[in-house]
Every structure is written in structure tokens, then in C-alpha cells.
């Protein structure tokens, strides 16, 4: 899901954020995503945001021989 808001605390691993997924928002721990910004897409698994995921790339199409 996309990262739409972060909620800072004194404590990072307190650290929270809002995630949507296909227009529903989930409160999410960001406390192993350190890195997590705005607008960022997260792999989420039940409330714990567990990796930032890369920007996906088109690859380019192959050659028809």
C-alpha cells in the first residue's frame, strides 16, 4: 500500500503511519522501515510495515527477430 501520513514519536519504534490500500486506510508500525517516506509503497503484514518497495520499472520490450 501506499504511505499517505507518518505519525513521529520520540521513540522510532513507535513510530506509525498511514497506509492505503485500494482507497481503505490502515494504521501501520513503521518501526522496521526507518526509511519509509511519503508516498512510498510498503509491504505491510498484519499492521507491521515490512520492507519499502522499489518504484517498479517498465522493462523495455525485446526485439521481434
Do not use: K, N, Y
Not at 522510532?12 to 526509511?35: H, I, K, N, Y
Not at 510498503?42 to 518504484?55: D, I, K, R, S, Y
Amino acid at each position: 500500500g501506499e504511505l499517505v501520513s507518518i505519525e513521529e514519536h520520540a521513540d522510532p519504534l513507535w513510530r506509525t503511519g498511514e497506509v492505503r490500500f485500494g482507497g481503505v486506510l490502515r494504521q501501520v508500525s513503521l518501526a522496521c522501515v526507518p526509511e519509509a517516506r511519503l508516498g512510498d509503497q510498503l509491504l505491510v503484514h498484519v499492521g507491521l510495515a515490512l520492507t519499502v518497495l522499489e518504484a517498479e520499472t517498465d522493462p523495455e520490450p525485446e526485439e521481434m527477430a
